[in-house]
């Protein structure tokens, strides 16, 4: 798994949070009013009016937190530095896909938090089917599966579970792997890809040849014809799922 010391230089440059997935984010967390956001990178998503503390292992993340974010601690999901019981409730975003214990990581999350646990991942059997991964690089269903949280994972360290859908606003101003949906010139930009840790895993090989396609696919107007139904939809299901445990 790529380390974020390495791929995480330049982070904020393309991640930031999206007003609409930070609404749905807040909407989950219900009347929590203490919240640890674990994995927190920079900043995204994090309550501005509730009491939020933030855990990250890696410095070139916390290095890129405003001065006004969460207060930060240095550390990792598998052994969170927390009493028992001390918040409302924990919060993963686009994250629990790089934990190397992802069980412990979650029961961990489990112990801390009083009330809930929110997570945000996605859904792999959808994400198959985005063009960009079905059509350009299917390479990415390998290396996306082992990392893919399924709800059958969560269950047995959160316990029942509701599952929210997150549609993909078209304009969404967070920079991840499904956002440029229905832009697809963006994932030519070596800057976009480069907020994403997937293109990490990519031999150059495989990255060059989707770069080759779908360049040409957009110079030809065999993309735009293939996509025309995207074009006029304003956001989309791309597999992006909230996990709430215990509301
Ligand atoms: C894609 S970033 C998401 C950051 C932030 N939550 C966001 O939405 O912008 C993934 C983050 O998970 C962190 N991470 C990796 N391994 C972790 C672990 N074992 N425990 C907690 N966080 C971890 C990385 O350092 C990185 O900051």
Redesign the pocket.
């Known amino acids: 798994m790529p380390s974020?010391d390495n791929i995480?230089t330049g982070y904020n440059l393309t991640?930031r949070s999206d007003p609409r997935i930070a609404e749905r984010i807040n909407l989950a967390l219900g009347t929590a009013t203490s919240i640890l956001?674990?994995?927190?990178?920079?900043g995204?998503?994090e309550p501005v009016d509730r009491q939020t503390y933030a855990?990250?292992?890696?410095i070139t993340?916390i290095r890129q937190r405003a001065a006004s974010a969460a207060p930060v601690v240095q550390g990792?999901?598998?052994q969170l530095p927390f009493a028992s019981q001390s918040v409302d409730a924990a919060l993963a975003?686009?994250?629990v896909h790089?934990?190397?214990d992802r069980k412990l990581?979650l029961e961990e999350m489990r112990r801390v938090a009083r009330d809930r646990v929110v997570i945000l991942t996605w859904d792999q059997q959808v994400w198959e089917s985005f063009w960009l991964v079905d059509e350009y690089f299917p390479c990415i269903k390998t290396h996306d599966r082992p990392r893919a949280v399924a709800v059958a994972d969560v269950t047995g360290p959160l316990g029942a579970v509701e599952v929210v859908t997150v549609p993909i606003p078209a304009d969404c101003v967070d920079g991840f792997h499904g956002a440029f949906w229905r832009r697809p010139q963006a994932y030519l930009d070596a800057r976009i890809r480069a907020g994403i840790?997937t293109y990490a895993l990519m031999s150059e090989g495989d990255l060059q040849s989707g770069l080759a396609r779908l360049e040409a696919d957009l110079g030809s107007g065999a993309w735009q014809e293939t996509h025309q139904d995207l074009l006029g939809q304003d956001e989309l299901d791309l597999g992006y799922r909230l996990i709430i445990a215990g509301s």
Not at 37 to 42: H, K, L
């Open positions: 974020y995480g991640r956001n674990v994995g927190a990178g920079a995204s998503y855990l990250e292992p890696s993340m990792h999901a598998e975003v686009l994250t790089h934990w190397p990581g840790s």
